[in-house]
Structures are given as structure tokens and as C-alpha cells.
């Protein structure tokens, strides 16, 4: 009879860390793509709206338009650089997961290896057994056949 995986536990508790690691990266893939996602369109919007600034200014606008027009995109332009420092931490924690993930994976696949080299140990002791079984069998079957 094979004996278990004295590891078993450990090689469990490798892929719930495993699945929660990649769980956990795909959050953040998906974060990091939100959050790219909305700095195209505040960019977008700016180029838009200074479109609509300069058709303004084609035709005339007063000084109290135009402040208020610069003021606006002055704002759309912090927004952007912020949305683009969000962006650029996104993308690191980003990265942090996918070390962490790939840390997982590692130490997963060594259980994992651990875990196959111990059943294919178990299965070759079985094999040697059943062989020595059969073995004794067959040189007792001999002798008896021998005797008769």
C-alpha cells in the first residue's frame, strides 16, 4: 500500500496561495487597464474641448470667455497628470502581483514535483513488491510441481 504525501498539506495550501495570487493579478491587470482607460478618455476630452476652444476663438470670444476656457483646461491638465500618476502606480503594483504571482507558481511547482517524485517512488516500491510477490509464487508453484 502507497504511502500518502507527507507534504500534502503543504502542496494545498501552495495552490490556494497559487489561485489567490492569480486572482489577485487579474484585479490589478484589470485596475491597471481602468485606469488607462480613463486617462484616454480625460485625454480625449481635453483635445475636444480645446478643439472647441480654438473654433471660440475663431470667432470671437470675450476675455472672461477666454479664462474660463484656459481655467478649464488648466484643470483637465492636472487631471490628466494625476490620472497619469495613478496610472504609473497601477502599473507598479501591477508588477508587484505578477513577481508575487510568479512566486507562487514556483513554489507550487516545486511541491508539485516533490508531490509527483513521492507517487512515482510509491509506484515503483509497488511494482517491486507485486513483482517479489509473484516471483515467490511462481518458486513455489515450481517446487510444489517439482515435488509431485
Known amino acids: 500500500m502507497a504511502k500518502p504525501f507527507s507534504l500534502q498539506t503543504v502542496l494545498e495550501l501552495m495552490q490556494i496561495r497559487a489561485d489567490d495570487a492569480t486572482l489577485r493579478l487579474a484585479q ?41 476656457y484656459q481655467e478649464f483646461i488648466n484643470r483637465l491638465d492636472e487631471a490628466i497628470d494625476a490620472q497619469r500618476q495613478a496610472v504609473a502606480m497601477q502599473a ?11 512566486q ?24 517491486r513488491r507485486e513483482q517479489k510477490t509473484q516471483d515467490e509464487f511462481a518458486a513455489r ?3 510444489d510441481k517439482g515435488s509431485k
Do not use: C
Not at 501591477?94 to 510568479?102: L, M
Not at 514556483?106 to 507517487?119: M, P, Q
Open 141 to 143: 508453484f515450481t517446487a
Open 92 to 102: 507598479r503594483h501591477t508588477a508587484d502581483g505578477q513577481s508575487h504571482w510568479q
Open 104 to 127: 507562487q507558481r514556483k513554489k507550487l511547482k516545486a511541491f508539485d514535483t516533490l508531490s509527483d517524485r513521492h507517487f512515482a517512488s510509491e509506484e515503483a516500491r509497488e511494482v
Open 28 to 68: 490589478l491587470i484589470a485596475n491597471e487597464r481602468d485606469a488607462n482607460s480613463k486617462l484616454g478618455m480625460l485625454q480625449q476630452y481635453r483635445d475636444e474641448y480645446a478643439m472647441r476652444f480654438r473654433q471660440a476663438a475663431q470667432n470671437g470670444i470675450s476675455p472672461r470667455e477666454w479664462h474660463n
